[in-house]
């Protein structure tokens, strides 16, 4: 992977020189320099005094690599990367994403309405999820979307009748649920028969048979995601080979042209726990060149995951009976998924002597609990984790935050939502201000 940071070098969006420089296991441009965390060449004390914690702050060269490495990985087929907005949808974001060439993958109203406010080609958009309303299918008809990612019999009939009412053609993929067990959380496990996502592939036929009744959608190809974080190659491989062989029989009947095998690629969260994105292309890029099909991804936490940080700062810390607590700024309500996937993100200070990853000498080692100030006791971003002493006022960074970090975030306990800033190098802006209490209840009568 280092051969692929310097092969970048020199080739920013701004054309501004790329640096060399190599962070923890070559997956972010966040660095360590003299005992101080840098953003790209942006401090991030500096920025958290300036706009405040908790704070999302993302590294715009990570989201250009990680866009890269996939666009290289799967060069071998005709491509479309529909960048998944769930994962992370500010508008920056998604932005960067379409300058860089990418689609993208919405699964609401509101998400075909934030691509669009960046001026997507609505030709680049595709849509899945296993409830869209009415509102949501006529939006997508009158945006003269890509492609309906469409998961049961009823919403392609459905999808027929509100397209037949407007007089036009839907273009859809039929999302297939191949039933193959990803091997990753079970809540983030979409591929298998008992999850609620696609047309389960023993039915996927009967459903096709039902085509020629329905004139006003066009089947131009299928989609499954099977998971996220999935972090080996075998499940993608077998999912593949299925949607083939059920490809291959509809081939003769329906001109088939795009086959979706949604996102899901795993990144590093503690250690390199992925195998690396070329190792997926290697084995799924021969299947799809037999199809003669374009290939498309769905990518959201490979391309945002490492580029975000949350950081916080340290309220108080106190002691209870063995238990050391650390409590931040930053609760559950702005990075969720530790307490409800029981995720690791690993946490450092923003300033210390002491590198990650580098022992921490006993008379300065904690074993703590690093919790927000919501009122569960569910709310935590770490448990029983190993940090150096840490006091009131320091600042911690949370890593591999940039995918469902803030798009998950809530305004529970009537918690402002996080500010948002993107850095470029030396430059940095917010790209979403942090909430007011005003905002928090302005959609509110009396
Ligand atoms: N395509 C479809 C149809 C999806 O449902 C998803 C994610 C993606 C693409 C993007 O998957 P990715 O490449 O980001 O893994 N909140 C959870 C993850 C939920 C994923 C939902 N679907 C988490 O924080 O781990």
Same mark, same amino acid.
């Given at each position: 992977?280092?051969?692929?940071?310097?092969?970048?070098?020199?080739?920013?969006?701004?054309?501004?020189?790329?640096?060399?420089?190599?962070?923890?296991?070559?997956?972010?441009?966040?660095?360590?320099?003299?005992?101080?965390?840098?953003?790209?060449?942006?401090?991030?004390?500096?920025?958290?005094?300036?706009?405040?914690?908790?704070?999302?702050?993302?590294?715009?060269?990570?989201?250009?690599?990680?866009?890269?490495?996939?666009?290289?990985?799967?060069?071998?087929?005709?491509?479309?990367?529909?960048?998944?907005?769930?994962?992370?949808?500010?508008?920056?974001?998604?932005?960067?994403?379409?300058?860089?060439?990418?689609?993208?993958?919405?699964?609401?109203?509101?998400?075909?309405?934030?691509?669009?406010?960046?001026?997507?080609?609505?030709?680049?958009?595709?849509?899945?999820?296993?409830?869209?309303?009415?509102?949501?299918?006529?939006?997508?008809?009158?945006?003269?979307?890509?492609?309906?990612?469409?998961?049961?019999?009823?919403?392609? +009939? /459905?999808?027929?009748? *509100?397209?037949?009412? #407007? $007089?036009?053609?839907?273009?859809?993929? %039929?999302?297939?649920? @191949? =039933?193959?067990?990803?091997?990753?959380?079970?809540?983030?496990?979409?591929?298998?028969? +008992? /999850?609620?996502?696609? *047309?389960?592939?023993? #039915? $996927?036929?009967?459903?096709?048979?039902? %085509?020629?009744?329905? @004139? =006003?959608?066009?089947?131009?190809?299928?989609?499954?995601?099977?998971?996220?974080?999935?972090?080996?190659?075998?499940?993608?491989?077998?999912?593949?080979?299925?949607?083939?062989?059920?490809?291959?029989?509809?081939?003769?009947?329906?001109?088939?042209?795009?086959?979706?095998?949604?996102?899901?690629?795993?990144?590093?969260?503690?250690?390199?726990?992925?195998?690396?994105?070329?190792?997926?292309?290697?084995?799924?890029?021969?299947?799809?060149?037999?199809?003669?099909?374009?290939?498309?991804?769905?990518?959201?936490?490979?391309?945002?995951?490492?580029?975000?940080?949350?950081?916080?700062?340290?309220?108080?810390?106190?002691?209870?009976?063995?238990?050391?607590?650390?409590?931040?700024?930053?609760?559950?309500?702005?990075?969720?998924?530790?307490?409800?996937?029981?995720?690791?993100?690993?946490?450092?200070?923003?300033?210390?002597?002491?590198?990650?990853?580098?022992?921490?000498?006993?008379?300065?080692?904690?074993?703590?609990?690093?919790?927000?100030?919501?009122?569960?006791?569910?709310?935590?971003?770490?448990?029983?984790?190993?940090?150096?002493?840490?006091?009131?006022?320091?600042?911690?960074?949370?890593?591999?935050?940039?995918?469902?970090?803030?798009?998950?975030?809530?305004?529970?306990?009537?918690?402002?939502?996080?500010?948002?800033?993107?850095?470029?190098?030396?430059?940095?802006?917010?790209?979403?201000?942090?909430?007011?209490?005003?905002?928090?209840?302005?959609?509110?009568?009396?």
């Amino acid at each position: 992977m280092p051969s692929l940071r310097t092969a970048r070098m020199g080739r920013n969006r701004k054309g501004l020189k790329t640096l060399p420089y190599i962070s923890i296991k070559n997956m972010d441009f966040f660095e360590y320099r003299q005992g101080e965390l840098f953003c790209e060449e942006t401090p991030v004390s500096r920025i958290a005094e300036e706009v405040g914690t908790p704070a999302y702050i993302y590294s715009t060269r990570t989201i250009t690599e990680h866009y890269h490495r996939i666009e290289e990985a799967f060069s071998g087929v005709p491509l479309l990367i529909c960048y998944s907005i769930k994962a992370n949808g500010n508008l920056a974001i998604l932005k960067l994403l379409k300058e860089l060439g990418s689609g993208f993958d919405v699964v609401s109203g509101g998400e075909i309405m934030r691509a669009l406010a960046v001026d997507a080609d609505p030709r680049r958009i595709v849509f899945a999820g296993v409830g869209k309303t009415d509102e949501e299918i006529e939006l997508g008809l009158a945006k003269d979307i890509f492609l309906f990612n469409v998961e049961s019999e009823q919403e392609l +009939e /459905n999808i027929n009748r *509100i397209a037949a009412r #407007k $007089a036009v053609k839907a273009r859809v993929a %039929l999302r297939i649920n @191949p =039933n193959i067990d990803p091997a990753t959380h079970k809540y983030i496990t979409t591929g298998k028969r +008992e /999850n609620k996502f696609g *047309i389960d592939i023993k #039915k $996927a036929e009967d459903v096709i048979a039902r %085509l020629p009744s329905l @004139p =006003n959608v066009e089947l131009l190809g299928f989609h499954c995601h099977i998971g996220s974080q999935i972090t080996t190659v075998a499940p993608y491989e077998t999912a593949v080979q299925k949607i083939i062989e059920l490809f291959s029989r509809c081939q003769q009947s329906y001109p088939l042209k795009y086959l979706n095998i949604g996102g899901g690629f795993g990144i590093f969260y503690k250690e390199e726990e992925a195998r690396p994105i070329a190792e997926f292309a290697e084995k799924i890029v021969p299947l799809v060149s037999a199809t003669h099909c374009e290939l498309l991804l769905e990518p959201g936490r490979f391309i945002v995951g490492n580029a975000g940080i949350l950081t916080t700062r340290v309220l108080y810390t106190k002691q209870s009976g063995e238990h050391t607590f650390v409590i931040c700024d930053a609760g559950m309500n702005d990075l969720i998924r530790p307490s409800l996937y029981q995720a690791y993100h690993r946490i450092w200070p923003v300033k210390s002597d002491i590198l990650p990853g580098h022992a921490i000498p006993a008379e300065r080692r904690v074993l703590a609990d690093v919790v927000g100030p919501v009122c569960e006791s569910g709310d935590f971003l770490a448990k029983e984790r190993e940090l150096p002493r840490l006091s009131r006022g320091d600042l911690l960074a949370v890593f591999s935050a940039g995918a469902y970090g803030f798009s998950m975030s809530s305004n529970y306990n009537s918690r402002p939502r996080a500010a948002e800033v993107l850095v470029d190098g030396a430059d940095w802006r917010v790209v979403r201000r942090r909430e007011s209490y005003e905002s928090l209840f302005a959609e509110e009568m009396e």
